[in-house]
């Protein structure tokens, strides 16, 4: 199992980032797929999640309205766009897989909101 986060990067305040996670080594488009994010000095917190065929989606109360998941199963690729970035989304971004009792992780992605 494989998880590649890619995407992130320095925005300014207001701006927007997508972020991508790629994923190999088992069959996506069974699984859920979450989004959390981790800042300094912080526990890592539940960004957002969504179903296995993409029909469902939750997102976190902090970035509702500015953040969207997606999926594409069909490139084993998840997404997250993140709009009207404010500082305090500055974190390291994962991308996470549950499959039966293991939680899976990519490397994670640096986000920086600053002017």
């Known amino acids: 199992v494989q998880l590649v986060e890619s995407g992130g990067g320095l925005v300014q305040p207001g701006g927007s980032l997508r972020l991508s996670c790629a994923a190999s080594g088992f069959t996506f488009s069974k699984v859920v797929m979450r989004w959390y994010r981790q800042a300094p000095g912080k526990e890592r917190e539940f960004v957002a999640g969504?179903?296995?065929?993409?029909?469902?989606?939750t997102i976190a109360d902090s970035v509702k309205g500015r953040f969207t998941i997606s999926r594409d199963n069909a490139k084993n690729t998840g997404h997250l766009e993140m709009n009207s970035l404010k500082p305090e989304d500055t974190a390291v971004y994962y991308c996470?897989?549950?499959?039966?009792?293991?939680?899976?992780w990519g490397q994670g992605t640096q986000v920086t909101v600053s002017s």
């Open positions: 969504i179903s296995s065929a993409g029909s469902t989606t």
């Open positions: 996470n897989v549950p499959r039966g009792s293991t939680n899976y």
